[in-house]
């Protein structure tokens, strides 16, 4: 005798190549679904629409009772993920700042959604992590990385403030003082430093990413379904009490500042392909 699968027709995972997706590829296979950002010429940057599709895809993973586990990752082998596009960024936001807070709200949409899939998450690091990349990579349950990259905040040097993530997460995840240096430094963290302050929970060679990230995935398939949502449920209390703390206010104080002289040095500089003119910045702000 064989049985149906019954699934509410409001509640139903799509097949992924149905979904036109344009900025992510969007895999599901072997109780697995893979989201991989497909803006490589970018480094895997986040515009708009790619939040947006992120969204998308991870409802329809959540909602899929044969998905056990979501993986996200980058294409190529440069970038994971550089965080915010600063081209879309001094295109729209410069003139018209109070955008920004739409843009925002897409951001925050993403990261409530992965943080509330109801399944472990794996950050299949490929590549160079940057700004909100990294909080994407700390949006996620355990993360997997290649052997030669390294993972960098660059919110206070390019005319942002890294509070999407970094600034709620980083003092809990590696402490508080290294999280000031972090963020204030805006220096890049060799790989095997962001493994033993716990930005990561593996490093391997290239050639073995994936067998690593299978094997990882395995063993979280291995577990029960329900215990392992409700943990994942007490293990978010406190980043949950600091996002949302914090976050709306952020929200509107970055809407603001990005029309401010700073981010207009820090994005421009950024396009222009040169460092931000600090002195500068700071002559005019004294005038």
């Not at 729209?92 to 399944?119: A, C, Q, S, T």
């Not at 206070?156 to 995840?173: D, F």
């Not at 209390?237 to 207009?264: N, Y």
Request: charged content about 25%; overall charge negative.
């Amino acid at each position: 005798m064989t049985t149906t699968r019954k699934t509410h027709p409001m509640l139903g995972a799509e097949k992924p190549e149905e979904m036109g997706f344009q900025n992510i590829i969007y895999e599901k296979y072997n109780g697995r679904a893979k989201i991989t950002l497909n803006r490589p010429k970018s480094l895997n940057a986040f515009d708009f629409l790619t939040f947006r599709e992120i969204i998308r895809a991870t409802e329809d993973a959540s909602w899929d009772d044969e998905v056990g586990v979501v993986i996200y990752t980058g294409a190529g082998e440069r970038a994971f993920c550089t965080g915010a596009d600063l081209k879309e960024q001094a295109a729209n936001f410069l003139d018209r700042p109070r955008d920004y807070w739409k843009w925002m709200g897409g951001f925050i949409d993403m990261h409530e959604k992965l943080r509330n899939v109801g399944k472990p998450t794996i950050a299949r690091i490929n590549g160079i992590v940057v700004g909100g990349g990294n909080e994407l990579n700390m949006a996620c349950d355990l993360a997997i990385a290649v052997e030669d990259t390294y993972i960098r905040q660059v919110g206070s040097a390019h005319g942002s403030v890294a509070a999407g993530g970094a600034t709620q997460w980083l003092p809990l995840i590696v402490g508080d003082r290294r999280a000031r240096e972090i963020l204030l430094l805006c220096e890049e963290i060799p790989i095997g430093t962001a493994l033993e302050w716990g930005l990561v929970n593996q490093v391997v060679p290239r050639e073995q990413l994936d067998t690593a990230v299978e094997a990882m995935a395995d063993r979280l398939l291995n577990k029960l379904p329900e215990c392992t949502r409700y943990t994942k449920q007490q293990l978010n209390f406190w980043r949950d009490f600091s996002w949302g703390m914090t976050i709306g206010h952020a929200r509107d104080w970055l809407t603001i500042h990005s029309g401010s002289l700073e981010t207009g040095e820090g994005t421009r500089a950024f396009v222009e392909k040169r460092k931000p003119d600090y002195r500068m910045l700071r002559k005019e702000l004294l005038e």
